[in-house]
T-cell receptor
Framework: DVKVTQSSRYLVKRTGEKVFLECVQD?????MFWYRQDPGLGLRLIYF???????EKGDIPEGYSVSREKKERFSLILESASTNQTSMYLC?????????????FGNGTRLTVT | GNSVTQMEGPVTLSEEAFLTINCTYT??????LFWYVQYPGEGLQLLLK?????DKGSNKGFEATYRKETTSFHLEKGSVQVSDSAVYFC????????????FGRGTSLIVHP
């Protein structure tokens, strides 16, 4: 079974802090994704990565950046956290860039910015 | 662009009732269709999928049929259990671009004993 591990389940940070959310997958998947999940809004794509060192903006990239230096790890960075970034963050991986290939999700990181 | 519309919840049922959660989509060509489930406190996990028209995906008693003519992929289960209480997401991955999945907003299911 594919395992996608997010480093923290709960995180509390202060406004203006730089925040790192880490995600690791153990199945040599090509693609990795970061979503945020908010009530009533569903899942919104922040960034995705086709492969190592490759990244593309999703629907809501403002205020975020990402890093993928190794295939198994995809980091989401909040350069200067703000209260409107309080949310559930979900990382996902996908074996290959194929439309029939499903996503595998981590358990999420609930971030609170105070 | 691609879009997925699913019925708003919450859907509240008694145990052993029949479940339908409606999902319709807009996409060019022939997308692949998915249902994901999110149990409380967890991430999403794949429930079932269908990759071409008239395919039926099934898993854990849930079924959904890819209907190209009605652009639908409704989720059904004949007899729900309390343990099925969760949020269900319909999604598609379409041809073109990078096959970035498009998700519906999710439907919460609450099953009472």
């Amino acid at each position: 079974d594919v395992k996608v591990t997010q480093s923290s389940r709960y995180l509390v940070k202060r406004t203006g802090e730089k925040v790192f959310l880490e995600c690791v997958q153990d199945m040599d998947h090509e693609n990795m994704f970061w979503y945020r999940q908010d009530p009533g809004l569903g899942l919104r794509l922040i960034y995705f990565s086709y492969d190592v060192k490759m990244k593309e903006k999703g629907d809501i990239p403002e205020g975020y950046s990402v890093s993928r230096e190794k295939k198994e790890r995809f980091s989401l960075i909040l350069e200067s956290a703000s209260t409107n970034q309080t949310s559930m963050y979900l990382c996902a991986s996908r074996r290959e860039t194929r439309q029939y290939s499903p996503l595998h999700f981590g358990n999420g990181t609930r971030l609170t910015v105070t | 662009g691609n879009s997925v519309t699913q019925m708003e919840g919450p859907v509240t049922l008694s145990e052993e009732a029949f479940l339908t959660i409606n999902c319709t989509y807009t996409a060019t060509g022939y997308p692949s269709l998915f249902w994901y489930v999110q149990y409380p406190g967890e991430g999403l996990q794949l429930l079932l999928k269908a990759t071409k028209a008239d395919d039926k995906g099934s898993n854990k008693g849930f079924e959904a049929t890819y209907r190209k003519e009605t652009t639908s992929f409704h989720l059904e289960k004949g007899s729900v259990q309390v343990s099925d209480s969760a949020v269900y997401f319909c999604a598609l991955s379409g041809p073109g671009g990078s096959y970035i999945p498009t998700f519906g907003r999710g439907t919460s299911l609450i099953v009472h004993p």
